[in-house]
Structures are given as C-alpha cells and as structure tokens.
C-alpha cells in the first residue's frame, strides 16, 4: 500500500491554498465543503476566489508565498503552474510537519487529493495513488451513475437512528437485519429522494414496529429492448439489490449479466417446444418469494405496462398487501425505432403515434380505420403472424398501398436486422424476419434512408 486513505476533519482548521487559478479553484471549493478555514495566498485570482472573500468565506493573502505562512495550518496545497513555488510549499510543509498536497506532482506531496463521490455524510474516495488519475475518474463517474442520489440521504438517517436501533436490538444479527432491510426498503429511498418528511418518518416507524422477517416486495422492472445500455439506472440498482429475478424470454443475456451474481434467477419463458409458464403460476410465485420476505425483481422486455402484461402481475398482489413498485423502462417501439433511424414522430410526418398489438382478435372495422389515419405512426407488437390481415384492413380502410413498412427484428442489439418496403408488401417482408420484431408503419420509415445510424 502506497497511501493510507483518511478521511480529514477540517472543520475550522486553519489551511493553506497556494494558487488562485482555476486548479485552485477546484481545490478550494473543496476545502470550503469541508468547512475549513481557507487563506489562500496567491497574487492573481479568478473572480470566484474574490467572490468568495467578498462573502466572508476564505481569506485572500496578495503577496509571495514565504513558509511562514504556513505556521500553524493543518494542511497546504500547493497549485501554482510554477514549479519553484510548489516546491518551496512542500519543503516549508515537511519542515513543519504538515500535510502537503501538490497539484499534479504526487512525487513532491505527502498526501494526495483522491477523485470523490460526494453522498455526503457517505463518502467514496477513488485513487490511483497517482499513477492512473484518469482511470480513476472513470471509476469515479461510474460509481457516481449506479449509486443514487439519495444514499447521503439514507446514511444521516441511520447515523440519527443509531442509538435507538442499538437500544431496540441488542442482539448484533437482528441489529444487522434491521440495517439490510432500512438500506434496501425501496420506499424510504423513494421518500428520501423526494424529500417526503411524513413518509419517511411513518415508513421509519413502520420498520420498527413490524417483525423482522417480514413480508419482502415486488419490483416490476422494465429490462428494454435488448442493449444493455439501454436499461434505467434505477432498473440497474433493482436487479443489482434483488433476491430473486423473475425473467422471460425478451430480457437479453446482456441485461441478464448485471443481475446480482448471488441473485436466485427463475425463468418463466417459453421454452423451446414448450408453452409459457401459465400467467397464474407466475403470480404465485411471486407472491410466494415476497411473502417469505424476498426482495423479488420480476424483469420484463421493454417496458412492463405496455404489452407486458405488467398489470395482472401486480393486481395479483393486491390481495396480500404485499408493497411493489414500478421501474419503467424503454418500450420495443421506441429502442427499434431509434435504433433504426426512424423517428416516431415529425413536425412534417406524423403528429401523433400508435402502439398497437397485433394479437388483439377481430378489431373492428372502426378501430382499423383510426388506425388508416394520415399523419400517424403505427408501431405493432406481436404483428408477425397477423401481417396478412394488418396489410388488407390498412388498404381496405383507405391507407395507401405505397405507405413505407419497416419491420425491425430483435432491435437494439447487436443481431439489429430491419427490412422496409411499401405496405402492399408487407406479408412478404414479415416472411423475412422472426419474432421478436415491431411493424413500424407511417411516412416516417422513409427518413430512415437518411437518418440509419446503427
Ligand atoms: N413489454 C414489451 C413488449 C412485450 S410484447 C415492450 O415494452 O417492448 C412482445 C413484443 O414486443 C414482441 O412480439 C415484439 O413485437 C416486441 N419486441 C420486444 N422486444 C423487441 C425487440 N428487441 N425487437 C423487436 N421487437 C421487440
């Protein structure tokens, strides 16, 4: 180990900036965060360090830097683009025995800045001990995307209810399942992030007062199309916290990959030759897992409210009371769409969109003709073996036999295979690709010429 991490206490302690260029800046700021109290000595400065003098909170020393000015600091660092000063920072430092930071030369500093995510009081320091500063700011921006904002948040409220929890619990096991459970109750966090007062403080005594081994919950999480990129964050964090995933056929293996490696996976697809799991055995197993007091994910393609049968799952709940939530997530129709350059919608083309299921028996011969509109986009799920009867209703209710088709077949993911062609062409082009695939009809599969990127 070439560097210990601490964590310092600033508060009210006497610091040394040299340097009032931008990289000084930076560093001020956080000393500032850190409640210090800031002397920054430096000739020139940008306008925020005068800012700042102005509103009391650092003071501004114009003048050469000489070592006295270092008596009794806690701490100095030096961020000047002249090498020399720097260097007669860190000598004064050692000489006294302070902790010295130089920007940019770790070899001549007795501590160095590590990158930070900030939730506060929780805080995470990422370092390289200098030797790949940019790698640990990807790091650092990565965890900065999978941790939400609220865990600063969630770690106050555990530092306020410490005492209580070690009077509730005196038994070190029930105090850590306690503890699991506040960090991973979905619905604190959400109260937190919103800054719900009430329903934090009503959810916090709720915790209290149930049994510890209580009913678990259900999250309906939307996986998208097929590029893991493509999943929410949150979605992200909901499979990386779950128990047990439900999943079926849609969700790719990519998405399938950031499940949490210790995660029971149950898989209620189609298998090959076989038919689905029967939509009542699904909703018992969820109800199961979550009453045995399992954090159960049921991960779905695309999005779970939209042909995803989402609904019927969580009304199966209703009964149990047992808690869920919903994480949405990005719908076949707009991954394909964009994916293959076709916009939904167009100032030109199309003024309004429809998602529509191919599976649905005998539509009316109303609903075909709102569906024959101008000006409108058609996106249908499940389509592929209705193609014959989409075609025909469409031209028989006054579509255009010409109109653009395009039909997308598992969009989003690397295997992305689309082919286009007028309407009256349509059962022809589905005997082209293979489930899954959207039927995107609408004046505005002809921009996909120009705006195919993927
Ligand atoms: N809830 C899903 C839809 C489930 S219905 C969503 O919001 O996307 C299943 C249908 O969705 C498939 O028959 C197909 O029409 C469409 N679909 C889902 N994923 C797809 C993909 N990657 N590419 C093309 N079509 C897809």
């Keep these: 180990m070439d560097y210990l991490p601490l964590f310092c206490q600033l508060r009210g302690k006497a610091c040394l900036l040299v340097g009032g260029g931008e990289v000084a800046e930076r560093k001020a700021r956080l000393l500032l965060d850190a409640g210090a109290d800031l002397r920054v000595c430096a000739r020139t400065v940008t306008p925020q360090f005068l800012h700042w003098q102005h509103a009391g909170k650092l003071t501004l ?28 920072v860190s000598s004064g430092a050692n000489a006294r025995r302070i902790f010295c930071n130089i920007v940019d030369t770790p070899a001549q500093a007795s501590v160095i800045m590590p990158s930070i995510i900030d939730r506060s009081p929780l805080m995470i320091a990422v370092s390289s001990g200098g030797r790949a500063p940019v790698l640990a700011r990807l790091l650092r921006e990565k965890l900065e995307a999978i941790l939400p904002q609220h865990l600063g948040k969630l770690a106050a409220l555990a530092g306020l209810l410490r005492q209580r929890v070690k009077t509730c619990y005196t038994d070190p096991h029930l105090r850590r399942r306690f503890w699991e459970k506040l960090f991973s109750h979905d619905r604190l966090a959400q109260a937190l992030a ?62 399938m990959n950031l499940i949490r490696r210790d995660a029971e996976r149950l898989f209620v697809g189609k298998r090959a030759g076989h038919h689905c799991v029967p939509q009542e055995e699904i909703n018992q197993l969820l109800r199961q897992h979550a009453l045995r007091g399992k954090r159960v994910v049921r991960l779905k393609g695309g999005d779970p409210f939209i042909f995803g049968r989402g609904a019927e799952e969580l009304e199966a709940l209703l009964d149990t009371r047992i808690p869920f939530s919903v994480v949405p997530g990005i719908t076949a129709a707009s991954g394909c769409a964009a994916y293959s350059g076709i916009p939904l919608t167009h100032r030109d083309y199309a003024h309004s969109v429809r998602l529509v299921t191919g599976h649905e028996q005998h539509p009316t011969s109303q609903a075909w003709s709102t569906l024959a509109t101008e000006q409108q986009t058609l996106v249908f799920y499940m389509g592929l073996s209705h193609a014959a009867e989409i075609q025909s209703q469409l031209i028989t209710h006054g579509m255009s036999a010409d109109m653009p088709v395009a039909l997308v077949e598992n969009g989003t993911s690397p295997r992305q295979r689309v082919v286009s062609g007028p309407l009256h062409q349509l059962v ?14 609408g004046r505005v599969v002809a921009l996909r010429t120009k705006l195919q990127w993927f």
């Design 61 to 88: 020393i114009q003048t050469a830097f000489v070592p006295a000015l270092l008596d009794n600091c806690w701490l100095a660092i030096a961020a000047t683009n002249d090498e020399n000063v720097n260097q007669q």
């Design 194 to 255: 919103s800054r719900d007062e009430v329903g934090v403080s009503q959810l916090t005594e709720q915790l209290f007062n149930e049994p510890l081994e209580h009913r678990g919950e259900v999250v309906l999480v939307g996986a998208g199309p097929g590029d893991a990129g493509l999943l929410t964050l949150k979605g992200l964090q909901q499979i990386q916290q779950a128990d047990i995933v439900v999943y079926d056929r849609l969700v790719s293996d990519e998405v």
């Design 428 to 441: 022809n082009l589905a005997a082209q690709v293979t489930s899954p695939s959207v039927i995107i009809i």
